[in-house]
């Protein structure tokens, strides 16, 4: 762990610091325009991807990831390993279930049951997103 | 005038005293990420169960005022990683100042999202059972407003929490405690600083821009 | 052999298509687990008398097995392991895929009571009628919380979500009576939650049906609790609303939350409401019933002790149906996920 | 050796006398007193747990209603399983073992953040006081895994209960940062990662799981109570919300859980495995990874707890076998500590007979897991008696006895004074025979289809129950015995030399009890631990 003391060094991390603020603030502001235009899918894409450059700014940078090799480095990714487990499972679940399982997506509920006849025209009619 | 650090009794030398403070903020902020994971799964999973829903919850919300938000809680993260370079190099004045500017964002973060929620509450968009927002009416409409108040109202409290840690040590900063061998204090101050704005960095788009 | 370890395992009798296989893996895993633990303990008996300290300042060799032997501790036992999990997810998505030309019946789970309804016939509580040899679906769902129906002697358990529904399916081999019971906690009476699935020989089945279809058979088996749409007279919230105009309930109370001489009913169940002299109370069914035998025990702040006492005029069914209406009153908020009717799901094959 | 009227322990200087003013213990950092405080209030909750218990198997020994109604019934089993999980079986051996045995083995003069280890003590005792109002006010009736909707709806009191829990995770998440950060930066000199005591190992791999996991259940009982107060519809299908994402929350935590009760357990075995058959353990690396390995791929296996309850066949089929992954790390360790003793030269005392219980319940409770996770098994095992049969295994059979085999072992150094060998044998054979009588019979009922928590139940079970319940006092009784002699052997014991066992741990080279700081000086680490190649210096007079 070199230990940050020469005058020198000190002066590159403030500049660094006022770097990755500015840098920071653009992307907070392109990624505020970016939402304003409708892309589609490619607009979570983008937000992801911007959101994702300034986290790893703010980590590597201001939290000195960059400099601090080892251990903090693995308890920061175990961290993010395990939010992906727990997504991911649960994810997977929510759309492998059985459809029925899952909440009502369409706001009109399905028409009740009573006569018979309701029985055979439902049948068709039933289409699960 | 800034005493040599002595490392408390057990440990072996200041360095590894520093290294262990260190790791030990580090694996607190790992379950300040699980805290949120668990949040987070729940906004994916309504998410796709009521894509609409969410849609439209997110362009009704002020992306406006959130990119404020932000940017107010940018210029916080670097003005507490300012205090820790000047802790570095011995001012603990101007460490000091960092410190109370980082205090004053939390402050004006927290006061820019009570008016938020104020709108919220003016208009009806709230949890559960006291939802009776009328414009959307989509299945799972107040659900997404159930996520949106988890999620910021418990980022809210690491904020204002945040924000009494950042006056605590701008307090010992003047009065001149930390030197560029003593500044675990704020160094683990500043780490929590900024996992608070690393949660917000990934909170603005998810609620405010995807659509 | 089948017969003999299942009765040396306690296990109820195989009543169902898949009950003898599920069974099967379940001896091979016993049976495993049981040579496995007593070699453990008799390798470690017979190590403690081949190797006791002979003297106190015995020392050992430094032993440090080959990797051969940590393979094979990894190995083997992975092995019976993964084997296990292929036969059982095999056999699990066999339980829980049910067959396209399958009977369906829907399971309507209420706090501490099953009531079954029949897609296009009967419906009845506390026992679900099937023909033997032809496979019938179960819609699950429960008006409340979780509960689990759980029939030992098919082998078969599955959750029954409230507002959602989830499937199984099972195929009785034989005629006769095989005890449900409720597997997840559901409150107080979670162990009384009986029912009892009667297998009919296919033809005295469908003769069954067909009578209760026509509704000619005078007695319905075991409580008629009809569904929410059957007419008015076995209906229990309409019954309690015309009991409560009978009863003048109307004069102070309202349904639409407007204030007037008693508490209004709309939302009032679960409501906590703070008393006369101190103290709360949470509104629910056993408040509201002595409320109407004795009003005077516990007056809501606010209102003046007027109300008069129903002790023997209401009986207790008719309270019940009141308090099936007033629990029927909720605000209706703008958008809510109301728990479905039954819906037909085409079976996936 | 029975117990004799001692004479005094020569009045040497150590952590207990060294200062006695109740000041001293209340604001003490010195780990070795946080070890004995915690001692003290984990006994006591596993008193109080066992009460419970006790009571349950009273009121189950006939169909009926035999003393008590069905809310009392179903209030003492939550209570029961709260008090037994999160306030005895967690901290059990960490805080109390890890506390105690940690700093000494690394050679270390006290944990990284000595101050932090007193707060997590009085962040227990906070969470204890709330959960114990909560049980005079009457306790919540849901069981300990406190399933949505019910436990969001029931008008039992919820949240004093969720509270004490939510506030008792941060005692655990404290002590895992401590002893993650002790190990990693507090190791003495020559003190390499692979001469670590395998006990030191299955500590680490504890605060693993205790720092990842417990969040987790903090944010659960968060959102329970939110749900429980406000009912915003996070888990409430009628407002759209979904009773299964409360089951994944609640069973990520969960899972890891029970890997932070048997984890620790498996450390003590490990090391008394050693000293008793005195020789080294067998296969160094593969118990040592194989603790990490439990405590990462613990993880993957939730669940298999939901195979029944609407969740996915993808998401079964996965986590069925990921769960056979996880068992593999047990197998290798039980197959290691039988390998151990080839080759060695065994005494039976207390510990090695709770060695032998272990090893046979670890084996018999692990494969009855396994049998549960085959997804095809669980459908008609889940939620029945051979399920609670299966885990009691687990948390009594195994993770208690590895306390009682530590707390053996450990007596002499920690208080200087050796326990009576013979009343400890009656009471070591006493335990496993109830054990046996208490919960074998349980695996049938489940079989025959008993469902779990149920307050009556149908006639055929009543043979089986009434086995169950007097198993379960003789257990009881086994504990009494111990009990007893055990607080007679502070005062009565024979004084014990500094190595009584003539063991090559780590722990042994102090004196016992040990000063207040450890060690004069620093020992230096240079051989493996458990090395028994060379004679022992000190012959073990216990013998």
Not at chain 1, 3 to 19: D, S
Not at chain 4, 156 to 180: A, D, E, K, Q, R
């Amino acid at each position: 762990m070199a230990e940050v003391t020469a005058q020198g060094t000190h002066h590159r991390a403030a500049t660094r610091y006022a770097l990755t603020y500015v840098g920071l603030m653009v992307l907070t502001i392109t990624t505020f325009l970016f939402s304003r235009v409708d892309l589609g899918i490619g607009s979570v894409a983008i937000a992801m991807g911007i959101a994702i450059t300034k986290s790893a700014l703010v980590v590597l940078i201001f939290m000195q990831l960059w400099e601090h090799r080892g251990s903090p480095r693995l308890a920061f990714a175990t961290a993010l390993v395990w939010l992906a487990l727990l997504m991911g499972f649960v994810l997977a679940d929510v759309h492998t279930r059985f459809p029925l399982t899952n909440p009502d997506r369409n706001p009109i509920a399905a028409p009740a049951l009573s006569a018979p006849s309701a029985e055979k025209t439902r049948a068709g009619q039933q289409s699960e997103p | 005038m800034h005493p040599e650090a002595i490392a408390e009794s057990h440990f072996s030398s200041p360095e590894v005293q520093r290294h262990a403070a260190r790791l030990g903020m580090w694996a607190f902020l790992a379950t300040e990420i699980l805290l949120f994971a668990g949040l987070f799964v729940g906004y994916m999973e309504y998410r796709s169960l009521y894509h609409e829903s969410f849609v439209q919850g997110g362009k009704h919300l002020d992306a406006v005022l959130a990119t404020i938000e932000t940017a107010v809680l940018i210029t916080g993260s670097f003005a507490v990683a300012m205090a820790h370079h000047y802790t570095l190099t011995d001012r603990n004045g101007r460490a000091a100042v960092g410190l109370l500017i980082g205090a004053a964002t939390g402050i004006a973060f927290l006061a820019l999202h009570g008016v938020e929620y104020v709108t919220h509450f003016r208009e009806g968009a709230l949890p559960g059972k006291y939802y009776t927002f009328p414009e959307i009416r989509t299945a799972g409409a107040s659900m997404f407003f159930t996520v949106y108040f988890l999620l910021t109202g418990l980022h809210s409290l690491h904020v204002l929490a945040g924000t009494g840690v950042l006056v605590g040590l701008a307090v010992l900063a003047a009065r001149g405690t930390f030197s560029h061998q003593n500044y675990s204090a704020v160094e683990n101050g500043g780490l929590y600083w900024h996992l608070v704005d690393l949660i917000w960095i990934f909170l603005y788009p998810l609620l405010y821009l995807i659509s | 052999m089948n017969e003999f370890l299942r009765r040396v395992l306690f296990l109820p009798e195989q009543a169902s298509s898949l009950a003898r296989q599920v069974d099967q893996l379940h001896y091979f895993v016993i049976i495993t687990t049981l040579v496995m633990s007593t070699a453990v303990g008799l390798t470690a008996l017979f190590f403690f008398v081949r190797f006791r300290r002979r003297s106190a300042t015995q020392t050992t060799r430094h032993l440090q097995p080959p990797v051969w032997v940590e393979a094979l501790f990894i190995a083997v036992p992975l092995g019976f392991f993964l084997a296990w999990v292929y036969r059982g997810y095999h056999d699990f998505l066999l339980l829980t895929t049910p067959p396209s030309n399958s009977m369906d019946v829907y399971v309507m789970a209420k706090q501490w009571m099953w009531k079954f309804s029949y897609p296009d016939g009967p419906n009845s509580a506390g026992v679900l009628r099937v023909p033997a040899n032809r496979p019938v679906r179960l819609l699950l769902t429960s008006r409340d919380v979780i509960h689990s129906f759980f029939v030992p002697a098919f082998r078969i358990k599955r959750d029954a979500l409230p507002g959602r529904y989830t499937e199984t399916w099972f195929e009785a081999l034989e005629p006769g009576h095989y005890p449900v019971y409720c597997a997840e906690f559901c409150g107080t009476n979670h162990s009384n939650m009986l029912a009892e699935v009667v297998v009919m020989r296919p033809e005295e089945f469908d003769s069954w049906l067909v009578e209760q279809r026509r509704g000619r058979v005078a007695q319905q088996d075991g409580s008629q609790t009809p569904d929410e749409d059957l007419s008015a007279l076995t209906n229990p919230v309409r019954q309690g609303e015309q009991l409560a105009v009978r009863y003048g309930c109307f004069k102070c109370h309202t349904v639409d939350g407007s204030p007037h001489i008693g508490p209004t009913w709309l939302d009032l169940y679960l409501r906590r409401e703070a008393l006369e002299g101190g103290g709360t109370v949470i509104a629910d069914e056993t408040y509201m019933t002595e409320s109407m035998m004795d009003p005077l025990a516990k007056v809501v702040r606010g209102f003046n002790p007027v109300m008069p006492s129903f002790k023997g005029r209401l009986s207790g069914p008719e309270a019940a149906a009141i308090v099936e209406f007033i629990k029927s009153l909720r605000s209706e908020p703008l958008e809510q996920a109301r728990s479905r009717r039954p819906v037909y799901e085409p079976i996936r094959r | 050796m029975s117990l004799s009227a001692a004479e005094a322990a020569p009045p040497t200087r150590n952590y207990l006398n060294a200062e006695t003013t109740l000041r001293s213990w209340l604001l003490t950092t010195d780990h070795k007193r946080i070890g004995v405080m915690y001692l003290v209030m984990i006994l006591i909750s596993l008193f109080v747990g066992g009460m419970f218990a006790l009571l349950l198997r009273f009121e189950l020994l006939t169909p009926g209603p035999t003393y008590i109604d069905a809310i009392t019934y179903n209030r003492f089993f939550t209570l029961h399983g709260i008090i037994m999980v999160w306030f005895f079986l967690i901290p059990s051996i960490p805080s109390v073992f890890g506390n105690f045995f940690l700093p000494i083995m690394l050679g270390a003069r006290d944990v990284a953040f000595p101050r932090l280890n007193l707060a997590s003590v009085y962040i227990y005792v906070i969470g204890a006081a709330f959960t114990l109002g909560a049980m005079i006010h009457g306790g919540a009736d849901t069981g300990w895994t406190f399933y949505t909707p019910y436990s969001s709806t029931t008008a039992t009191t919820v949240t004093p209960v969720l509270l004490g829990i939510f506030i008792l995770g941060f005692s655990t998440i404290l002590t895992g940062i401590n002893f993650i950060v002790t190990v990693h930066t507090m190791r003495g000199p020559g003190q390499t990662w692979m001469r670590l005591p395998l006990f030191v190992w299955a500590i680490y791999g504890t605060s693993i799981i205790q720092v990842l996991a417990t969040p987790v259940l903090g944010l659960t009982l968060l959102l329970l109570f939110v749900e429980h107060a406000f009912n915003f519809g996070l888990f409430d299908p009628a407002r759209g919300g979904d009773p299964l994402l409360f089951q994944h929350l609640f069973w990520f935590y969960s899972h890891p859980a029970v890997y932070i009760m048997i984890l620790p357990g498996m450390g003590v075995i490990s090391e008394t495995v050693s000293c008793f058959a005195r020789k080294n353990i067998l296969s160094y690396k593969a118990v040592a990874y194989s603790s990490l390995g439990i405590a990462f791929v613990g993880f993957f296996t939730w669940g298999h707890h939901m195979f029944v309850s609407g969740q996915s066949n993808f998401d079964s089929g996965a986590f069925g076998v990921l769960s056979m992954f996880v068992a593999i790390f047990t197998s290798i360790k039980v197959f290691t500590w039988v390998g151990t003793m080839y080759g060695g030269a065994i005494t039976f005392k207390t510990p090695f007979a709770y060695i032998c219980g272990f090893l046979f319940f670890l084996v018999f409770g692990g494969m009855t897991g396994i049998a549960v996770a085959t997804i095809s098994l669980d459908v008609h095992w889940h939620d029945t008696y051979f399920v609670v049969a299966h885990f009691h295994f687990i948390m009594v059979g195994a993770a208690l006895m590895a306390f009682l085999a530590g707390l053996h072992y450990w007596f002499p150094k920690m208080f200087g004074r050796s326990y009576p060998e013979g009343w400890g044998l009656v009471a070591a054979s006493l335990i496993i025979l109830g054990f046996n009588a208490t919960f074998i019979p349980q695996f049938l009922l489940g079989n025959m289809g008993m469902p779990r928590r149920y307050y009556n139940y149908p006639e055929k079970f009543q043979t089986l129950h009434v086995a169950s319940s007097a198993g379960a006092t003789l257990l009881f009784f086994g504990f009494l015995i111990i009990f007893i002699y055990l607080v007679l052997a502070l005062k009565y014991g024979q004084p014990a030399g500094d190595n009584p066992w003539g063991s090559r741990g780590f722990e042994w080279n102090t004196s016992s009890p040990p000063l207040p700081h450890n060690f004069e000086k620093a020992p230096v680490f240079d051989r493996e631990p458990h090395d028994y190649t060379t004679p022992v210096l000190e012959v073990s007079h216990a013998s």
